[in-house]
């Protein structure tokens, strides 16, 4: 059965990106999430693309809020049926930032809306989206045209960060970022053992770093990067994909960056 894709959130920063390569690169149906502004979203992901706006469809999600995590996987459902289209790429990208400096900047509610975010959020998108990845049972779609642009391997990649990774922290601060990014990669590394005995090497999970890219979480620190070491969210999106698709089964349940290297837990 014909393959789609998930890119959540997808109307700003990384995840547009994201969602305008899959488009640009895939023949594959797109689910794209916004908290808000839907058609506004759908318009703005299609715009000079050139593709069929039937290919894409804007779903309302915030992982703030786990009714509208279930209510989008339901749409999914009647959509795509459960299991008999498998979810060949999800692209779990929600985040925020809250830079402490020192541990006297830290700010309870702060730290509780990143972690919600940045690590509750993408766990409970595994939660419901998970049943819809193929099980080990499932024979591999061999339709080249349908599976053009996506990994052989059904891959969900949650967006973590260099920041957090324990064995590579030599500067400290950002605690509560830091923090929900370790977990991340905690999430992601529980979650693919699940997929070892759930699907077998039909499927598999991955962390991802892009990097400091112009999106508006990382505006403030534009001016402390490189120039060469900024870069742009289109490049990165081009980049994440084709590393998901280069790791393979051998990279599975690990963080990777942008340039096909393994972020040290």
């Not at 920063?13 to 502004?37: C, E, S, Y």
């Not at 703030?64 to 990208?93: H, M, R, W, Y």
Request: hydrophobic share 40%; aromatic share 6%; net charge positive.
């Amino acid at each position: 059965m014909p393959p789609w894709s998930l890119v959540s959130p997808a109307s700003r920063g990384i995840g547009f990106a994201l969602a305008r390569r899959v488009l640009q690169t895939t023949n594959a149906p797109v689910v794209a999430t916004a908290r808000k502004d839907l058609d506004k979203t759908k318009e703005e992901l299609l715009e000079g693309l050139g593709v069929d706006e039937k290919r894409l469809t804007v779903l309302k999600l915030d992982v703030l809020d786990e009714v509208t995590i279930a209510d989008a996987a339901g749409f999914c459902k009647k959509q795509f049926g459960n299991g008999s289209n498998p979810l060949q790429l999800a692209l779990i990208v929600p985040g925020i930032l809250f830079p402490e400096k020192s541990p006297a900047q830290i700010k309870a509610d702060d730290a509780l809306l990143t972690f919600r975010t940045n690590t509750l959020g993408p766990m409970l998108m595994l939660k419901h989206f998970s049943p819809f990845l193929p099980k080990k049972s499932a024979s591999v779609d061999e339709d080249e045209a349908a599976m053009e642009g996506l990994p052989s391997i059904a891959t969900t990649a949650v967006m973590s960060a260099r920041v957090g990774s324990i064995g590579d922290n030599r500067l400290g601060g950002w605690y509560s970022y830091r923090a929900s990014k370790a977990g991340v990669n905690q999430i992601v590394k529980t979650f693919d053992n699940h997929l070892r005995t759930a699907s077998g090497e039909n499927a598999m999970a991955v962390a991802l770093h892009p990097g400091t890219v112009k999106t508006g979480l990382s505006q403030v620190f534009w001016n402390n990067v490189k120039k060469e070491k900024l870069f742009e969210r289109e490049w990165v999106s081009e980049r994440l994909i084709d590393v998901i698709k280069q790791v393979g089964a051998e990279g599975r349940g690990k963080c990777w960056d942008w340039d096909g290297k393994e972020v040290p837990p």
